[in-house]
Every structure is written in C-alpha cells, then in structure tokens.
C-alpha cells in the first residue's frame, strides 16, 4: 500500500525518508531508515505510517545497536585460478547473537595474507595469490552501497576475490573505527587451485595397452 505520515518515537535515534514519493496522494510504498544515534549503546525506536486508503496505522520496532562480532559467509573456500571472482559477505552480530539486517553505509577493511608452505605469513605478496578487484571491473552488479565506497576508494561488506596463482592466503577483515577497536578481526583461510582436465576422459582399451595421458589447464 502507499503510505504517509511516517514518524519516529526517537527523533534523536533513526531518521525516516519516504522514497518515490507520489505527487498526488503525497504517500510512498517505501522508506529509508537510518541510525543516526551516536551513542554506543542499545535503543529501540518505533516507527509509524498510516496507509492512505485505509486508514490502518502501520508500526516497526527498529533496535539500534553496538556491533560485538563478525562473521564471513561464502559459497567456497576453495577459488580456481583465473577463474570469475568470488564474493565474500562480512556479517556482523550483538553480543546476544542477533544478526543485523543491514551493514549499508558501515565502512569495514579487509587485507590478505599470504601463507607459505611452511604456515608462515606475510602481508607482502598477498596480492601473488590473491587480489581484489572491485565490482566495476567484474560481470556483477554493483550493489548501490559498494558502489558509494568504491568512489572512495573504500570497502564495505562486499568484496570480490580473484585467484591469481596456486597457493593458500587469509583474507581478513576488521571494522577500522575507533569505537570498534575492541572487536576482533576475523580471518579465513583459502585455497587457490588450479583448474585442471585430464585428456582425454575417457578411454576404452584392450588388456595389455597403454594410455598417454594429458594434464591441461582451463
């Protein structure tokens, strides 16, 4: 339905505004919502709308809380080299486990770190193993809130990754502000393979031959 009269219980919490606005009626189906609280602490808010047609006054409760932990969420630890970029989700949680809805706008900073065969570490060569490419430069779409950050030169919640060599690398991930120092970073380590056939595939021969095999990467 369209809705108006959208308004806030904690002004001085979250700010409500009305997107594609109709003229006529002077309602919207939809809102942006933003934390504009400073306090690190948790709130709740209660925001109301009245839908024009009925009449029927709409509520949402919306709790602005600090973040306590982070996750990373994947399809795979696992990328082929030269290979299309995977994406990698950061997610973040209360100290109740609650995971929040949105991490639009929250600026995180991620780094790779490369592992040897001895298990050592070194953020030298990371980019050897691993890279970054933004999403300008890949067959995705850009999220509207990735976008912003890539303007800057930034990262949020989204990032992509590229195999660029065999090997094992860490990516790492860490909110930057100071607020948030007490947060621990998360790594997760991957694997960079190469996308190997065996040619040819399929072979039926006698007892007593022999097969040369190929080994070709895609």
Not at 125 to 150: K, M, Q
Request: aromatic residues 6%; hydrophobic residues 40%.
């Amino acid at each position: 339905g369209c809705t108006t009269s959208r308004t806030s219980s904690r002004i001085d919490i979250v700010q409500v505004n009305p997107t594609n606005v109709d003229e006529t009626l002077g309602c919207s189906a939809q809102a942006i919502v933003s934390a504009i609280s400073k306090e690190i602490a948790r709130n709740t808010a209660i925001i109301f709308a009245e839908e024009v047609h009925s009449g029927q006054m709409l509520r949402c409760d919306v709790i602005v809380d600090e973040i306590a932990s982070l996750d990373i969420v994947t399809t795979t630890r696992e990328l082929y080299m030269e290979e299309a970029p995977e994406i990698f989700e950061v997610r973040a949680y209360d100290d109740q486990g609650n995971e929040f809805t949105t991490l639009d706008g929250v600026e995180f900073q991620w780094s790779l770190i490369n592992i040897n065969s001895h298990q050592a570490e070194s953020k030298l060569p990371s980019v050897s193993v691993l890279r970054f490419i933004s999403f300008r430069d890949s067959p995705y779409e850009t999220p509207a809130s990735v976008d912003e950050f890539e303007r800057i030169g930034k990262r949020g919640n989204l990032v992509l990754l590229e195999g660029l060599k065999t090997g094992s690398a860490k990516v790492s991930v860490r909110l930057p502000q100071q607020e948030y120092r007490h947060v621990p970073p998360l790594e997760v380590q991957l694997m960079v393979v190469a996308n190997l056939i065996i040619d040819p595939p399929d072979v039926h021969i006698m007892p007593g031959d022999t097969v040369k095999y190929k080994i070709l990467q895609v």
